[in-house]
């Protein structure tokens, strides 16, 4: 048979594909705003099933399996927690697992995390027999490897991405043909004060050529306002997503001093608008690789001048950072922060950066803190710190002793909590024996 009747003989419909999935089942959706909704819908209306798994990444969608309605039946277990699935790991209802992203394909190759099912989103068939993945790079095409089911869900409206994107329908066992919207976030249009110092901040350590990795939000939208007066910057990241696009378009982005993937934006996954969408449709320039690739320290290390902006939750005087817990509730995920900040760090001229607000609920909590809390994991460990970054300056840590590194956090710190973080820092630093009192 050619590919045409290999095809045409494996669609079916949503039904009849979560008819393969078995009781104790591992399920592995597509990444982030990649997740085949009507499959998934299906899947839920399956209450004869028990004891399911849904492994996941970052979550940006509906999550409906999260509800508390299918509890008895699905669990959760996330490396990235989301909104929308949140809660339920917070209460119990699910799990959460702490993984950097770039072992997570490490993870399901060796078993460490089992992958029954694979459920994916892609393109028709091209001229000859390949979908596109579209949006999600990351993990996809390994999970169809490894699953023992794989189910693609065949929808229109997936752009053709290119890099590392296709499957020969060859590899994938089911195709049900639907099309419907892919979750979307809404593009950032404006930024509150804080986050524009704090983008300008950042900004002044960027220089022609460098190459940046950031993520979503306030701050990185800032950033990229401030970088209009900059020459040939190049994109190593992790997410590509609507922020980017006014400076490609005006040139500033064109990765014309890459030292490696010359002039293309490196990436792993997208999420944002659908004019994003339709921008990344058979766009040469953007090139989406797998997750071990992009987030490899010695890949990212290989881009000179690599700038890596991450943000955290809370930093102590110490300069260890929090990014996925408050205190000792899970809150989101690890991610790439510290494949980037080392990648960055090894890097010839790189600079890891931390960025945050100083404060929290409304300028009543300070995010410098002198210690954390007891019971909260530390994200990145204060070797791995170079940069911090608030609205009050930027500090760099890099080389600095216990008693330099307070004194630079504190001066970035809010006014308002300068006195007395220099006091709760010299009462631990006594209680601890470290010293007797370093005259902060």
């Not at 991450?310 to 990014?323: F, T, W």
């Not at 994991?377 to 008693?403: M, S």
Request: one cysteine or more.
């Amino acid at each position: 048979m050619n590919w045409k009747e290999i095809y045409a003989n494996k669609i079916v419909t949503a039904e009849e594909a979560v008819s393969h999935i078995a009781a104790g089942d591992h399920i592995f959706p597509m990444h982030a705003a990649g997740e085949p909704k009507h499959i998934i819908y299906k899947l839920l209306e399956r209450s004869d099933l028990k004891n399911l798994t849904i492994h996941q990444g970052l979550n940006v969608g509906d999550a409906p399996y999260a509800l508390p309605e299918y509890k008895d039946w699905i669990t959760v277990d996330s490396i990235f927690i989301g909104k929308n699935n949140r809660k339920a790991i917070q209460d119990g209802r699910g799990e959460f697992t702490p993984l950097h992203f770039y072992a997570l394909p490490r993870a399901i190759r060796q078993g460490s995390i089992p992958c029954d099912v694979a459920m994916i989103q892609c393109t028709p068939p091209d001229v000859d027999g390949y979908v596109n993945t579209g949006i999600s790079c990351d993990q996809t095409r390994l999970v169809c490897e490894k699953s023992r089911v794989s189910i693609a869900q065949v929808n229109h409206n997936v752009p053709h991405v290119c890099g590392d994107t296709l499957i020969h329908i060859s590899e994938i066992d089911y195709f049900v043909e639907f099309d419907e919207d892919l979750y979307t976030i809404p593009s950032i249009k404006s930024t509150d004060p804080i986050a524009e110092k704090i983008g300008y901040n950042i900004s002044t350590l960027i220089n022609d050529g460098d190459t940046l990795q950031m993520g979503q939000g306030n701050v990185p939208n800032a950033i990229l306002k401030c970088l209009s007066d900059k020459k040939n910057l190049g994109i190593h990241t992790e997410v590509f997503s609507d922020n980017l696009i006014p400076l490609i378009e005006a040139g500033i982005v064109n990765g014309a001093k890459k030292t490696i993937n010359n002039r293309k934006i490196i990436s792993t996954f997208i999420q944002g608008s659908k004019e994003l969408y339709n921008y990344v449709d058979y766009n040469n320039m953007i090139c989406l690789k797998p997750v071990d690739y992009t987030n490899d320290i010695s890949i990212i290390a290989q881009n000179d001048n690599m700038i890596a902006i991450n943000s955290a939750i809370e930093v102590d005087l110490m300069g260890q950072v929090v990014a996925d817990s408050i205190g000792s509730k899970t809150f989101s995920g690890v991610g790439g922060q510290l494949d980037f900040l080392r990648g960055a760090l090894l890097s010839n001229n790189g600079k890891p950066v931390i960025a945050l607000p100083s404060t929290a609920k409304g300028g009543t909590v300070s995010r410098i803190v002198a210690m954390l809390k007891p019971g909260t994991p530390v994200t990145t460990t204060r070797q791995d710190v170079y940069y911090v970054v608030t609205e009050y300056g930027v500090a760099n840590l890099f080389g600095r002793n216990i008693r330099e590194r307070a004194n630079l956090l504190i001066g970035i710190s809010h006014p308002d909590f300068r006195e007395q973080l220099k006091i709760d820092f010299d009462k631990y630093l006594k209680e601890s024996g470290v010293e007797n009192g370093m005259g902060l």
